[in-house]
């Protein structure tokens, strides 16, 4: 790739305008007398019509002296000249006219026009000052450039040395030049990249980190071999902190629109969904919400996975006075316990390095006047569950880095599908934190204990279903009803409104016969099923549900096996977030 520095460097920027010519028709000695006269070691020869003809030298016309064996007076200079010498022209690059000095072994080259018009005389002790010159100010530009980037630069030789540390550098690291410089990398910052490359001598791209004061960087290694076998390693980092954090507001802007289409979208499907039970212990649960609606109570809701417990959170927001106020989701399971307290408290400004400017409201506050439905509370670690309980206390909080209190005035509703209690008898849930959020507890019944409520739900989502996929709605037959009516639902309600959506997909517009159902249930599996009444059945149970977390767990454990157990990776390749990539490990009792 040719020099973008030097290229721009022409002949006749860097000749000097003083030079001297004869005409051919002086003697020798005239020329002697004239070089001494004037205190020059070049003179350039011309016609008599002033065109370049040959170049002598002081050196030159001694040696012809020395060597001549006959007498030199009265020789003209022109039979004493080097002739056809290397020449210049002024527009030509100084790189090429310097590669001519070098080619031909010489120390100057006569500069002249197309026309043969002596221009000057271009020496070596130019060319080298000019490349110097031009040194110097391409040092100091790179000086400017290198410190008006926001990016970390940093140099370190092959002893591991730092030599060069930009202000990008100092800015993001939060370290002084001069207390850097010489220093071994490794006592500054974290090093791995720059021993891989020193290594492998190979370049490493994007590798992440988290600084101590909490910047997000993307650093890169490039191998640069300063002189043969001396691999020297050239960083970059980038703070990519403000994309982190504007990706941390844009999901807290999802989730506030997300909870207000939630409330605006469900709040008659949910109304719509428990009218049609008809069991007595449904209806019973049902009751027990519209009372506690009425008040600001912490409500503690139980009950198997899949029996609809954020749903009937939504429900009693949805008949409580705070219906017009947000109904906020947070699922204690799916956040990491490093972000938990941000989220659920939000920060201030400045409450760490690369924090929102803004700063950033968290769960509490996004829910303020409204309701905050922590699901799946059995998960919080004990940490957060004492941040939690003095919420619930003081019904006041601080955002992280605040000073300034700020008033609770959210209502909590929590789910679990653990046994409390029995976590607060073996120490892994507070009990003060448990008798806070169990003022009121519902108990969700399972499915298999309102077999009655069976046939309307699945009615229900026939329907949903049908018109979501713009499908013919399928009929169940009555002996294929009473097989569902029959079944366990292990996964309960969220289980059979997946083996609707298959039924509705594989069978629309058909009536579904009782084989047509098990084979449905069964998937493509060739699995035996206890719980399917009436057929024969070695195993143990395997509904839908069961078959549908099979498959899951297979499919995240061969990608964890295809990307190393890169967690990153794999959930790019689900097109999930990380998070909920660690719930879903956690569940389907994946090892981390």
């Known amino acids: 790739m040719k020099s973008q520095w030097f290229s721009n460097i022409k002949v006749e920027d860097v000749v000097s305008p003083s030079f001297y010519t004869v005409p051919s028709t002086l003697t020798i000695e005239e020329v002697f007398t004239k070089m001494n006269k004037e205190n020059v070691e070049d003179i350039l020869v011309t016609d008599e019509e002033g065109k370049f003809l040959g170049l002598t030298t002081r050196k030159h016309l001694e040696l012809v002296f020395a060597q001549s064996r006959i007498d030199c007076s009265g020789m003209t200079v022109d039979k004493a000249m080097i002739t056809q010498p290397i020449a210049t022209f002024p527009q030509e690059d100084l790189n090429d006219a310097r590669r001519k000095m070098r080619r031909a072994k010489v120390g100057r080259l006569p500069v002249v026009d197309e026309d043969k018009t002596p221009r000057g005389i271009l020496t070596a002790v130019e060319v080298c000052t000019a490349f110097s010159a031009k040194l ?263 955002r992280i880095g605040g000073i300034t209190p700020v008033n609770a005035n959210t209502r909590i509703i929590a789910a679990t599908n653990k046994d409390l209690w029995k976590m607060v008898q073996e120490s892994k849930f507070r009990e003060d934190l448990f008798y806070r959020l169990n003022v009121f507890n519902l108990k969700m019944p399972a499915l298999r204990q309102r077999q009655e409520d069976i046939p309307p739900l699945i009615e229900y989502y ?55 159902v098990i084979k449905i249930i069964q998937g493509d599996s060739q699995i035996e099923t206890a719980a399917v009444p009436g057929e024969a059945a070695a195993g143990e149970s395997g509904g839908l549900s069961d078959i549908l977390e099979s498959k899951e767990r297979e499919i995240i454990s061969d990608l964890l096996k295809k990307y190393n ?25 994946i090892a981390d």
């Not at 220093?183 to 001598?201: P, Q």
């Not at 009937?312 to 949805?318: E, P, Y």
């Open 136 to 398: 110097e100010a391409m040092g100091k530009q790179m000086e400017t450039i290198f410190n008006t980037i926001d990016e970390a630069i940093i140099l370190i030789d092959d002893e591991q040395r730092v030599l060069y540390w930009n202000t990008g550098a100092e800015k993001i690291y939060e370290i002084r030049q001069e207390d850097v410089t010489g220093k071994l990398i490794g006592e500054v910052i974290a090093n791995s990249f720059v021993l891989k490359v020193l290594k492998t001598g190979k370049p490493v791209y994007h590798e992440y980190e988290i600084t101590p004061s909490g910047r997000h960087l993307l650093k890169s290694g490039i191998p640069y071999y300063q002189y043969p076998g001396r691999l020297w390693v050239v960083c970059t980092a980038q703070d990519v902190t403000r994309f982190v954090n504007i990706l941390g507001e844009l999901n807290q802007t999802r989730d506030k629109i997300s909870a207000l289409e939630k409330k605006s979208n469900s709040d008659e499907a949910n109304m719509d969904l428990f009218v049609r039970t008809k069991s007595k212990a449904f209806h019973e649960v049902l009751e027990t919400a519209r009372l506690l609606s009425r008040t600001d109570s912490t409500v503690l809701i139980l009950g198997e996975s899949g029996t609809g417990k954020e749903l009937m959170s939504s429900t009693i927001h949805s008949l409580s006075n705070r219906r017009d106020k947000p109904f906020v989701v947070i699922n204690c399971a799916a956040i990491p316990e490093s972000l938990f307290e941000s989220e659920l408290f939000g920060y201030t400004k400045g409450a760490f390095t690369g924090a929102s400017k803004e700063g950033m409201p968290g769960k509490f506050e996004l829910a303020n006047g409204g309701t905050l439905f922590l699901d799946e509370i059995g998960e919080l670690s004990f940490d957060m569950q004492a941040k939690l309980l003095r919420v619930l206390q003081e019904k006041t909080f601080y």
């Open 462 to 516: 026939i329907d949903q279903f049908a018109k979501k996929y713009n499908l013919g709605a399928p009929e169940i037959s009555p002996g294929a009803m009473r097989f569902l009516m029959d079944y366990e639902w292990r996964g309960n309600i969220r289980e059979l409104k997946n083996f609707v959506e298959r039924i509705v997909v594989f069978s629309q517009n058909e009536i579904v016969s009782r084989e047509q």
């Open 565 to 589: 157990n890169n967690k990153s990776d794999v959930a790019k390749a689900l097109n999930i977030p990380r998070s909920t990539l660690y719930y879903r490990m956690k569940s389907l009792g």
